[in-house]
């Protein structure tokens, strides 16, 4: 079974610009989670797609926006890029959304660098 | 305010000796945790999981402890490899906010040969 992949795997961008990012789960799983990276807050949860609705969402600016599509595929946009923006933005997927006991599968990343 | 935390940044460990990594978290909702293990430029790799009605969950040299009581739990790996050589991120989860997961700073293993 083919994991979570990503694209694009590398991103330059200068301040100002928007991006968009994309995910497809594993095959079957329904519900999508976006994850930031940086080496100074870590891991940080951005939103969870399940069934196209956005059903959890983290502390981030609105610029950090997100969909979801019928076949699970998930894209995720971020407008008015800042330098802090920089990170590996990570996708999860995981089969089930009505409940949190399931593991979720992390694809590559999509390495973002903002100029 | 973090509500998962480990406190290690690095352990250095050599091949063949237990590897014991620690959380510890505040939010007493959370009630499902799981361990990933990351190497750069990847994304984490899932490892072992526990749900609070447990207290160990074990697979092959991986072992998971749940302490509620103490809001901790640990990781531990026997025998160490060198190919454990990762960073590992506890992270937690909340059943009523999906799935979520809030994570740990993470620790660094070295596994020396």
């Known amino acids: 079974k083919a994991g979570v992949t990503q694209t694009p795997r590398y991103l330059i961008k200068t301040r100002g610009q928007q991006v968009t990012l994309s995910c497809s789960p594993i095959s079957g799983h329904r519900s999508v989670s976006w994850y930031q990276q940086t080496p100074g807050q870590g891991l940080q949860f951005l939103f969870e797609?399940?069934?196209?609705?956005?059903?959890n969402k983290g502390n981030f600016p609105g610029r950090f926006s997100g969909r979801q599509f019928s076949n699970s595929r998930s894209e995720m946009n971020v407008s008015t890029l800042e330098l802090g923006d920089s990170a590996l933005y990570l996708c999860?997927?995981?089969?089930?959304?009505?409940?949190?006991?399931?593991?979720?599968?992390f694809g590559p990343g999509t390495r973002l660098t903002v100029l | 305010d973090q509500q998962v935390k480990q406190n290690s940044p690095s352990l250095s460990v050599q091949e063949g000796r237990i590897s014991i990594l620690n959380c510890d978290y505040t939010?007493?909702?959370?009630?499902?945790f799981l361990w990933y293990k990351k190497y750069p430029a990847e994304g984490p790799t899932f490892l072992i999981s526990i749900s609070s009605i447990k207290d160990k969950n074990e697979d092959g040299r991986f072992t998971v402890f749940l302490n509620k009581s103490a809001k901790h739990l640990s990781l531990h790996i026997v025998p160490s490899q060198p190919g454990d050589s990762a960073v590992y991120f506890c992270?937690?989860?909340?059943?009523?906010?999906?799935?979520?997961?809030?994570f740990g700073g993470g620790t660094r293993l070295m596994v020396k040969p």
């Open positions: 939010n007493s909702m959370f009630d499902y």
């Open positions: 797609y399940f069934s196209e609705t956005q059903r």
């Open positions: 992270a937690a989860s909340d059943n009523n906010a999906g799935n979520m997961l809030t």
């Open positions: 999860a997927s995981s089969l089930q959304g009505f409940s949190s006991y399931n593991e979720q599968f």
